[in-house]
């Protein structure tokens, strides 16, 4: 994943609007990836996640692309909800035996009313 | 529901202090993990252990040390602690691999706060 430093990413929304929130990860060798949500106070749920056979994968309102060539994914959110309000870690799957993750400095969405 | 348990929300402990944060799974899960979670640095990976007596070292192990003497439990120990081990500190379990029947999910705990003074 990749590391910005101290200040976290954030992205501002409009309810309603479309958000699409990027990473770079590290790995040309993981074949597995995840995005994860945390809300505030609490750890980080599953979203979707995508394996490296694919390019692009949907779930409800959610879909993720992955760019192997380049090493990025994106997580797009359809619809933008105030519940959505949340903190975004991609994650790599660096050993696929051990599901042994690595997790991006993540993304703050804040979503406006 | 898949149920990650940590003992302690929040601990306020002393330099020096040794500090024991625990961590409990209910889903038989072979894979567990100990994350520190720091602003603008995601979550970092101390240790992780795959099966009983097993552990292996993350990105960050350097002050920490682990112990999983049941499958469900696991456990990160700081012998002394340092105020640059304040920090969130999440704990997470899997099943072992992502074949056909699971999907690698990590499954996390709320985590636990901890401030050394």
């Known amino acids: 994943g990749e590391s910005v430093g101290l200040h976290l990413p954030t992205l501002s929304v409009q309810e309603g609007d479309n958000s699409i929130i990027n990473c770079a990860y590290s790995?040309?060798?993981?074949?597995?990836f995840i995005w994860y949500k945390q809300e505030s106070g609490k750890g980080p749920q599953f979203i979707i996640d995508?394996?490296?056979?694919?390019d692009k994968r949907q779930g409800q309102r959610v879909t993720v692309l992955l760019n192997k060539t380049v090493k990025h994914l994106s997580l797009q959110i359809a619809a933008t909800q105030p519940g959505d309000s949340a903190v975004y870690f991609c994650a790599e799957n660096i050993r696929v035996e051990n599901n042994d993750m690595r997790f991006g400095a993540g993304t703050r969405l804040t979503v406006k009313p | 529901d898949v149920k990650v348990t940590q003992s302690s929300r929040y601990l306020v402990k002393r330099t020096g202090e040794k500090v024991f944060l625990e961590c409990v799974q209910d889903m038989d899960h072979e894979n567990m993990f100990w994350y520190r979670q720091d602003p603008g640095l995601g979550l970092r990976l101390i240790y992780f252990?795959?099966?009983?007596?097993?552990?292996e070292k993350g990105d960050i192990p350097e002050g920490y040390s682990v112990s999983r003497e049941k499958k469900e439990r696991f456990s990160l120990i700081l012998e002394s602690a340092s105020t640059n081990q304040t920090s969130m500190y999440l704990c997470?379990?899997?099943?072992?691999?992502?074949?056909?029947?699971?999907?690698?999910?990590?499954?996390f705990g709320e985590g636990s706060r901890l401030t050394v003074l």
């Open positions: 995508i394996r490296s056979n694919m």
């Open positions: 997470a379990s899997s099943f072992s691999g992502t074949g056909a029947t699971n999907t690698g999910e990590l499954f």
């Open positions: 252990s795959y099966d009983v007596k097993m552990k």
């Open positions: 790995n040309s060798a993981s074949d597995y």
